[in-house]
């Protein structure tokens, strides 16, 4: 069976003749959360918004469940739930009313509860233009996933909002992948992409430089993993450079700072060279690169990889 | 249904909410409908003859030409049709609901006039309240599309009170809303028909009153009908829900032809 939910072949966009998008592809499987990362004017929001079907392409081919966005766009309604990245609510209009006012359009009862579990329940009467930008990002977030359509857009969903609302919207979004509902977010937070994405695709002046799960996107770099070791008789100032995988190694704040191309190796022989020479480990912590760190050396370089 | 029910119910409620269509839909309508009633009806005693439906053009005119165009492009360029659109609501509801919202607002102050000018300034009552009642209906859809049309077309909230302007500012003084258009220089009188407000006062005082019109009044109406469908016609062709699409069907000089009806009945005065 055929689990691709979002199909984006060869898609192009230019505005003023000046290409936002380039001849991207990627697809996104059934209840998958998909990432698309990239700086500001990568193409991100421009790939939503064809998605969406807000946008024509100029090429390519954009398919959500079979149905073509900007062909369709009275089908893609029931199929998607979007967050847009700039868009508002008339002034006027209470919490409650949205929620009434969006759930009649899509034929569904008001879903109170979701704007309980986002914090907006004692904000029902409160008219938008009262609400923080938070909470104007949350309740457009609820409105985005309150028919419960199979696919949900999210543009920058947590920008704004605070560690708790954050933290909240994190557990829906992983609630949702539960339900087998397929989540397409674009966001600048690494730390976001890297705990919620199954795959991400990281774009650069509309080309996307790489593609994958996280781990392999980070694997992909020259990253090297730090291992930081702190000993009761700092045995390891003796050590040199003696470990294995090994390419730098420092000392700072009562700890040896080893980044190891191989940290399985390295770690070990640490341990080993600690325990012979009769030393007892106080503190071994081993990072291996982030999401961030790779993000970053891939902007930096453009995109060579 | 349910969905055009609750968003008419929401646009109704919104409308009252805001002080600046609250303004626009009782307190300047009928402030001014009470102004005119106390002052003009001493000074120009004949106004009485005219007042009821003057004063309810009047209602269905600033509800309507100054009431619709600018929340339109403010709710547009503030990204609130997006959210609509992508959530959604369909591009003629967006459209359309707003303004009948607000043509529903300008039929509550014109009842007020009808039922109190006769006993409170001694208004002429029209003859036949039915055929009242269905014109300010066709008025009230006719404004109500040209005003639509405004907000289609206008770029900023800024243009949209040009435009208005240019409609409601003849409209008072040239459209017999005050004075008689028979009062006017014999020269400008038919320029007066390029004015929705004369055929619209034409057609009330042939049919509702039954004395002489300067112009047909099945004609007025039908000037009003046409013109109105063309509008409304116009409004939903070349409505663009959002500025940042460049994609937009169109372009706004085809709102020109909402005219043509007005322009033909200049040469049939």
């Known amino acids: 069976m055929n689990d691709e939910v979002i199909s984006v072949q060869d898609f192009q966009k230019s505005y003023a003749n000046v290409p936002a998008v380039d001849k991207i ?10 990432g698309l990362l990239g700086p500001n004017g990568a193409g991100k929001t421009t790939t939503l918004e064809c998605l969406e079907g807000i946008r024509r392409p100029d090429g390519g081919s954009l398919r959500i469940l079979d149905v073509n966005p900007s062909r369709e766009p009275g089908k893609l309604r029931n199929l998607i739930g979007v967050q847009l990245q700039t868009s508002a609510l008339p002034a006027t209009m209470q919490v409650s009313e949205a929620m009434r006012f969006f759930c009649a359009y899509h034929g569904v009862s008001p879903r109170y509860d979701l704007l309980e579990r986002l914090g907006l329940s004692e904000k029902l009467r409160s008219e938008y233009h009262e609400l923080s930008t938070g909470l104007q990002r949350r309740l457009s977030l609820a409105l985005a996933v309150a028919y419960k359509p199979p696919v949900v857009i999210l543009d920058e969903p947590t920008a704004g909002l605070d560690v708790g609302s954050r933290t909240e919207l994190h557990a829906l ?46 694997a992909k770099g020259s990253g090297l993993t730090k291992v930081s070791v702190r000993t009761e008789q700092s045995a390891l100032e003796k050590a040199g450079d003696i470990f294995p995988a090994v390419s730098q190694h420092l000392f700072k704040e009562e700890y040896d700072i080893y980044y190891s191309t191989d940290p399985g190796p390295t770690v070990s022989s640490i341990i080993d060279y600690v325990k012979d020479q009769g030393d007892k480990l106080i503190d071994l912590r081993v990072e291996r690169p982030s999401l961030e760190e790779r993000f970053l050396e891939i902007t930096h370089t453009g995109g060579a990889q | 249904m349910k969905a055009f029910v609750y ?13 600046e269509l609250l303004l626009l839909d009782y307190l300047f309508p009928l402030g001014f409908y009470v102004l005119m009633g106390a002052v003009m009806t001493q000074i120009n005693p004949t106004f009485k003859d005219t007042m009821v439906p003057a004063m309810v053009i009047f209602a269905v005119m600033v509800s309507t030409v100054l009431g619709i165009p600018s929340p339109l492009v403010s709710a547009r360029e503030a990204g609130v049709f997006r959210s609509y659109k992508i959530n959604g609501v369909p591009s003629l509801s967006i459209l359309v609901i707003p303004a009948l919202s607000t043509i529903f607002h300008a ?55 040009l ?67 063309l509008a409304f016609g116009l409004s939903v062709y070349l409505f663009n829900w959002d500025s940042k699409n460049t994609s937009r069907r169109g372009h706004p000089l085809m709102a020109l032809l909402a005219l043509v009806p007005y322009i033909v009945s200049v040469f049939l005065v």
């Open chain 2, 107 to 161: 039929l509550i102050t014109s009842l007020i006039i009808c039922i109190t000018a006769v006993p409170l300034f001694k208004g002429l009552a029209p003859t036949n309240w039915g055929i009242f009642a269905l014109l300010t209906l066709l008025i009230a859809f006719s404004y109500g599309s040209i005003a639509a049309l405004i907000g289609v077309i206008s770029v900023t909230s800024q243009s949209t009170v």
């Open chain 2, 163 to 229: 435009w208005s302007q240019l409609i409601f500012l003849p409209s008072m003084i040239l459209g017999g809303l005050m004075l008689p258009v028979s009062m006017l220089p014999r020269s400008i009188q038919p320029f007066t028909f390029l004015l929705p407000t004369t055929h619209a006062l034409q057609a009330y005082i042939g049919l509702t009153y039954g004395q002489n019109t300067l112009i047909d009044p099945m004609i007025a109406v039908a000037v009003l009908l046409v013109s109105g469908l």
């Open chain 1, 173 to 218: 979004m992983l609630e949702l992948k539960e339900q087998g509902i397929t989540i397409l977010l674009a966001t600048h937070d690494m730390a976001e992409a890297e705990k919620l994405s199954d795959r991400v695709a990281i774009l650069l002046r509309g080309k996307v430089v790489t593609i994958g799960t996280p781990r392999e996107i980070t």
């Open chain 1, 25 to 34: 592809s990627f697809d996104v499987q059934r209840g998958e959360i998909f």
């Open chain 2, 7 to 19: 968003h008419f119910a929401f646009e109704f409620r919104s409308n009252l909410r805001n002080p």
